[in-house]
C-alpha cells in the first residue's frame, strides 16, 4: 500500500535553531517527492520537488534531501524564524495512475 | 494574479442542505483538483478535472459532485451535507497533470451540524 508517514507529529523548537523533520514512503514506483508548507489557514504552498535522481535540494533556508534507495527524506531547516511556524507537509507522486500521496504532516511552532 | 480563489471561506451547514463550492484559478491551468483535510489525515483527493470538459473520481468522491464550467472554474457540490462531511476543502491547479506542481487556494471550512 502507497504510504507518507512523517515524523515528528509536532516540534517545537526556539527562534534560531535548527531542525530536521523526516518522511518515510513506501510509495513504488516513485516519480517525484515535494516538501510543502501550509500556514494556519491557508493553503499549502511548494517549498521543494525532487525526483528520484536528486539526492538534496535548496530552497533559502530550506534544504531537502532524498534517499531514494532507503525511501527517505528529509526537511532542514536552517536558523528558524517565527514565521517558519506551520504544518510541513510531504506529497509523493506515484509514477503510473497519475497520483499524489499525501502525508499527515509535521505541525511546527517556533517559540521566541 | 489572483492564484487560485475559493469561495466561501467558511460555511456553516445542517444535516441534508445542500451547497457549492466555487474555485477559479487565473494561471491558464488546464487541471483542477478539490481534495478535503482532516485532522491527523494526509489531503485526501475528492475529483479531479484533469482538462476542460473532463472529471474524473479520487479517493473519496462519495456524497460530492463536480461540474468544469469552464477552464478557469472548477466547483464542488454537496447535494446532501453530512456531519462526516465536515472538513477544510482545498481547490487546486497545476499546468498539466498531477505530476506537476499543485497550486492550492486558500480552502473553505465547512462544518455541517
Known amino acids: 500500500k502507497n504510504q507518507v508517514e512523517q515524523s515528528p507529529q509536532s516540534l517545537i523548537i526556539l527562534e534560531g535553531k535548527n531542525c530536521t523533520l523526516q518522511?518515510?514512503?513506501?510509495?513504488?514506483?516513485?516519480?517525484?517527492l515535494r516538501w510543502y508548507k501550509q500556514d494556519t489557514g491557508r493553503g499549502p504552498v511548494s517549498l521543494t520537488i525532487?525526483?528520484?535522481?536528486?539526492n538534496t535540494k535548496s530552497n533559502g533556508r530550506y534544504t531537502a534531501t532524498l534517499d531514494a534507495d532507503t525511501k527517505q527524506s528529509s526537511l532542514h531547516i536552517t536558523a528558524s524564524q517565527l514565521s517558519d511556524s506551520a504544518s510541513y507537509i510531504c506529497?509523493?507522486?506515484?509514477?503510473?495512475?497519475?497520483?499524489?500521496?499525501f502525508g499527515a504532516g509535521t505541525i511546527l511552532r517556533v517559540k521566541s | 494574479n489572483a492564484g487560485v480563489t475559493q469561495t466561501p471561506k467558511f460555511q456553516v451547514l445542517k444535516t441534508g442542505q445542500s451547497m457549492t463550492l466555487q474555485c477559479a484559478q487565473d494561471?491558464?491551468?488546464?487541471?483542477m483538483y478539490w481534495y478535503r483535510q482532516d485532522p491527523g489525515m494526509g489531503l485526501r483527493l475528492i475529483y479531479y478535472?484533469?482538462?476542460?470538459?473532463?472529471?474524473d473520481k479520487g479517493e473519496v468522491p462519495n456524497g460530492y459532485n463536480v461540474s468544469r464550467l469552464n477552464k478557469r472554474e472548477f466547483s464542488l457540490r454537496l447535494e446532501s451535507a453530512a456531519p462526516s462531511q465536515t472538513s477544510v476543502y482545498f481547490c487546486?491547479?497545476?499546468?498539466?497533470?498531477?505530476?506537476?506542481?499543485?497550486?492550492f487556494g486558500p480552502g473553505t471550512r465547512l462544518t455541517v451540524t
Open positions: 487546486a491547479s497545476s499546468p498539466r497533470d498531477r505530476a506537476r506542481e499543485q497550486y
Open positions: 518522511c518515510n514512503y513506501t510509495v513504488s514506483p516513485f516519480s517525484n
Open positions: 525532487m525526483t528520484f535522481s536528486e
Open positions: 506529497v509523493v507522486s506515484v509514477t503510473y495512475g497519475n497520483k499524489l500521496v
Open positions: 494561471m491558464n491551468h488546464n487541471s
Open positions: 478535472s484533469a482538462s476542460e470538459g473532463t472529471t
